[in-house]
């Protein structure tokens, strides 16, 4: 059959999207050769690859930033949908709010060090391809560890994989 995935998320890279770098500009932040440039100290030695993330208190505590603002926001974005009718094949965007895709089989939720080098499309036929081999979910998580290593990743590298039961 045909292998299918949906986007839960977007990119919060400002290289990869024009929405983050001017949300980031607009807030008073730095944007330093697609990064987010620290408000304090140069750019080329403090910048960060995302502009939306967990902790990462050097860019955002006044302390560190001397008051100003860097446009690193812990604000997520957010897709509603609801639980899935169990069966077949999801990852990662935007569906009508609250409504299940008959089908749906498992989440994939990665950090940039993982979608940088791995393509949605190659993360789901990979997943499928480990689950239909017998793998669990917590070895198949492992091995897309280790697929993006292999196809260059050089950044931390956070793979979650939720596999819904048929």
Sequence with gaps: GVVDHVVLSEVHSMARNGEEKSRVASSGGRVYRGRLGHPRFNPQFASLAVSRALGDLFFKDASFTGGKESGLSAEPFVVHRGLPQ???????????????????????????????????????????ARFDAGEDPEKVSAALVELAKSNGSTDNITVLLVQFNA
């Excluded at 939720?109 to 393509?119: N, R």
């Design 86 to 128: 169990l069966g077949a094949k999801v990852i990662g965007g935007a569906l009508p709010r609250d409504q299940p895709v008959e089908g749906d089989y498992f989440v994939l939720i990665g950090c940039d060090g993982f979608f940088d080098t791995v393509g949605y499309q190659e993360a789901v036929e990979f997943t499928f």
